[in-house]
């Protein structure tokens, strides 16, 4: 678990796309974002207070965030000077980047001698299970989508948001590196040795109670041969009650996969449900979110519509619509 | 990729059972075990010449096999011995325990000096790719399984003799300890990162001639919720060109799951089928291997018989009645 609240660190970002960390987790946990933390150079902007270390240390903050994906896999001289005095400030370090900061000898050093901690998210601490497929209490949603990046994440976020303003229980749960940076805890379920996978999904989504509602982050799909078996373990391992579908309707091809074409909804819906009742014969499908973002909004309203009237199950794009009646759709479960 | 002849190991196996791996390797590559080693007090007997480390050394053996499960999770002092003797000898050690070679400070000691290799077959030494989902040459055969340890590697040794004998071209292609022990070689597909399963199954089974079979160990259950990502990721690396269903009948639940029961050989037909012909559409279910263990000579023929009118499909079991049949089905692939 890393310590909140945070300061983004956005480094020399060259544009706001490669800040979509510190994106995320200010649209998400804007109560966790503080302030930024911005080089000489940086083209992104969250609209967060700017901060030194030192106002950060005055406002609270606890952790600075690596909230930007840097160039050619190396941590640069000017960022590791700034990362190396926040450790001997006294904040911790967190970072989903491939490069890891464990492996920077100097920061090793400089946490070690102020007591900090350096967070890799991509790197599994947690000694995981083997799955028992033992019933838990509480509910769970999965998104499972027809490809890779459709928008299950956010999809989950939107869903969590919405159950905390009207005041249900639930927690977001990360299974990916932005998502545990946003939320600050979680599996990254991706670097997980295989056969602990489906393991540290139950861990992820323990006993909880009756009424209170686990929005499980899915990863890859079903019909992705790359990462198929990423997403069985996160159906196996999540036992869902509810399952939303995630789409993006103008994908000419699976993601990284020219050679194969997406799925259709139905096929998603009747393949993973199938699977989901060997874990969970009561597992539903509730609703369908569409990541409608290269569609006008005329096209996106029609999209929907046409799927709502072919799979009957409420469609809408969480991001333009609202994730209302999703969270609706958990009503009858 | 593991140096052969070998010795086999079999340190104080309390009985055979212990000394499965031996045996295995016996059974299905005698022209790899060319003797054994016991200490005192050791039950097993691989009906194979007893050999001193010079006896062993003069007849050519390259690799001294741990052939046998030890207790307790350690090394004994008694094994260590003779272990770094071998090492000194000039022999490689190959194992599949759970305490690695690696972790004895002595036995990497003595491997230094001598110039010789540790093969902790458990965990994996290749940075496996990313799938890339590819049509590769070659045709590949993967078993399929109700549960877990329903005799799939066995099915797949069996079809790889009977091949051999027949003169065809094939390739048993080992995904577990024991078949990578059995082998030489192949990849800990339960030691490997979830994102690199399906690549890792790639990079086993390349392009090969046009009629050459790889013929896959199976590992897990799609319907087995603690492994189903791991057999999710044979289906799509391997892209089966034939499956093999297996089975055995006679189990109350599924393999450490006492809430799961075993699906139907129908249910895992379709399902498998439906999931391998994402990655390859002209996959076909070919046969069924049972695992009649547990069944007289009469009740094994009836069960196989009423399997086979069911299924329409060929229906053996490999080790009481030869997996001819088997083979035979791929001839039409």
Redesign the interface.
């Known amino acids: 678990m890393i310590n909140t609240p945070y300061l983004l660190f956005l480094g020399d970002a060259p544009d706001g796309l490669a800040a979509k960390v510190a994106q995320g987790i200010k649209d998400w946990r804007p109560e966790y974002a503080l302030g930024q933390l911005r080089l000489e150079g940086c083209k992104a902007d969250m609209k967060l207070p700017d901060m030194t270390l030192e106002e950060a240390r005055a406002a609270g903050v606890q952790t600075v965030v690596i909230g930007v994906a840097n160039r050619g896999g190396i941590i640069a001289p000017a960022w590791k000077k700034v990362l190396i005095s926040a450790l001997e400030a006294g904040f911790d370090l967190a970072s989903g980047l491939h490069n890891l900061l464990r492996d920077e000898p100097e920061l090793v050093a400089a946490a070690k001698a102020n007591g900090r901690t350096l967070h890799d998210v991509r790197v599994p601490v947690v000694q995981y299970p ?6 838990r209490t509480g509910k769970r949603c999965l998104a499972v989508g027809t490809d890779c990046s459709v928008g299950k994440m956010y999809t989950a976020l939107a869903m969590d948001a919405e159950m905390r303003e009207r005041g249900l229980k639930c927690s977001f749960r990360a299974t990916g590196q932005t998502g545990i940076l946003i939320t600050g805890e979680g599996v990254p ?7 602990f ?3 540290s999904v139950e861990w992820l989504t323990p006993d909880n109670d009756a009424d209170h509602w686990d929005l499980i982050e899915g990863q890859g799909s ?2 992705h ?9 996160l159906i ?2 999540g ?1 869902p009650d509810a399952l939303i579908l995630c789409h993006e309707p103008t994908r000419a091809h699976m993601r ?2 020219p ?2 074409k997406l ?1 259709s909804l139905e096929a998603v819906r009747d ?1 993973a449900l ?2 989901a009742q ?2 969970n014969p009561a597992c539903q499908v509730v609703g369908v979110s569409v990541n409608t973002q290269h569609l006008s909004d005329d096209d996106a309203k029609a999209y929907c519509a046409d799927v709502e009237a072919r799979l009957g199950l409420p469609t809408v794009d969480p991001y333009r619509h609202g994730a209302a009646r999703l969270v609706d759709a958990l009503a009858g479960i």
């Open positions: 083997i799955a028992n497929g033992e019933k379920l991706d670097a997980v040795i295989a056969d996978m489906a393991g079903l019909f041969v790359s990462y198929s078996g990423v997403t069985m373990a196996h391992g036992q990284g996969l050679g194969y799925p393949l199938q699977l060997v874990a």
